[in-house]
């Protein structure tokens, strides 16, 4: 059975960090595009930062770039989201994702994953 589950989520003050991880099970995601998502309450879920299989291309949000780092551990079967100068606006569920097929593109939407975890509360006090 496949399973992605996310951890290091939490409360944290303005300005704060938090590091997110993402471990996968049930087989292996070296060769699959990861992405990190976020929902806020009453809003759709969006895409915040994707990395290629062997990590050499990644992507951002126009929101976090600069703020946030997207990293994976193919030997650990884990990707990682650091998260510096955190906003209020940064409040929300956060969800790890992975392409089921072999590519190594970068993608944006929710559709082109197949696997998802199931989050991990993030909230940003002012």
């Known amino acids: 059975q496949v399973q992605l589950v996310e951890s290091g989520g939490g409360l944290v003050q303005a300005g704060g960090s938090l590091r997110l991880s993402c471990a996968a099970s049930?087989?292996?995601?070296?060769?699959?595009?990861m992405g990190w998502f976020r929902q806020a309450p009453g809003q759709e879920r969006a895409y915040v930062a994707a990395?290629?299989?062997?990590?050499?291309?990644?992507d951002y949000a126009e929101s976090v770039k600069g703020r946030f780092t997207i990293s994976r551990d193919n030997a650990k079967n884990t990707v990682y989201l650091q998260m510096n100068s955190l906003k209020p606006e940064d409040t929300a569920v956060y969800h790890c994702?992975?392409?089921?097929?072999?590519?190594?593109?970068?993608?944006?939407?929710?559709?082109?994953?197949?696997?998802w975890g199931q989050g991990t509360q993030v909230t940003v006090s002012s």
């Open positions: 994702a992975a392409r089921g097929t072999y590519d190594s593109g970068i993608y944006y939407s929710t559709h082109a994953y197949d696997y």
């Open positions: 049930g087989r292996t995601f070296s060769w699959s595009v």
């Open positions: 990395i290629t299989p062997n990590g050499g291309s990644t």
